[in-house]
């Protein structure tokens, strides 16, 4: 398999189950399931832990990763999928929330640290290197004393839900073109934003 045959892996971080699905922890798999969307792919469950779908999204085939497990322990599953479909780390796009950015800011990079992520630091330690892309979803830190673990675990505000789904939108855009034209352009036309 050549590269250009190599598909990305996408990567959605959150915690299974309808408990969960409005937190700010999920925004992974929020922004995931509008990709689906946009692919006209359904997820169905693969040995790998993860719920897969696969389509092509500008013309790159992509798989869509969404694991089922608990985010602190995603890595596994992101790993089990990465071998299925011999996708190495470069070609793996994690989506995940971070609390260092304001709300709905979108950044892209590759590697560097986890910043106290746990999804993160479970990929990077299953994967064996920090040297995979990220869409980073901004969701500000926790007002006053609140513990950021909590924080992350409650639904957004209402007032952030009024533009949530602008701002998933604009991370799905995101995920696509650093599929389509690269982390460089990519960064170019979000980080102009």
């Known amino acids: 398999m050549t590269t250009e045959d190599t598909p990305f892996l996408l990567v959605g971080l959150g915690n299974p189950g309808p408990r969960y699905a409005g937190n700010r922890h999920n925004v992974g798999f929020m922004v995931l399931d509008l990709l689906a969307g946009r692919l006209g792919a359904r997820y169905k469950g693969h040995r790998s832990g993860c719920d897969i779908a696969e389509g092509r999204l500008g013309g790159v085939r992509v798989v869509l990763a969404k694991p089922r497990s608990y985010m ?107 599929v389509t034209t690269g982390l460089e352009a990519a960064q170019n036309t979000f980080h102009a934003l």
């Open 72 to 178: 602190n322990v995603s890595g596994g599953p992101v790993v089990g999928a990465a071998r299925f479909y011999k996708i190495p780390p470069a070609r793996t796009v994690v989506v995940h929330d971070e609390l260092d950015l304001p709300y709905g800011a979108i950044r892209l990079k590759s590697g560097g640290g986890e910043g106290g992520h746990n999804g993160l630091r479970s990929i990077t330690s299953s994967v064996g290197t920090r040297d995979y892309l990220r869409v980073r979803f901004g969701v500000g830190r926790p007002p006053g004393r609140m513990d950021p673990a909590a924080y992350v675990l409650k639904d957004f505000s209402g007032t952030e839900r009024k533009e949530l789904d602008f701002f998933v939108d604009r991370a799905a855009d995101a995920a696509e073109a650093v």
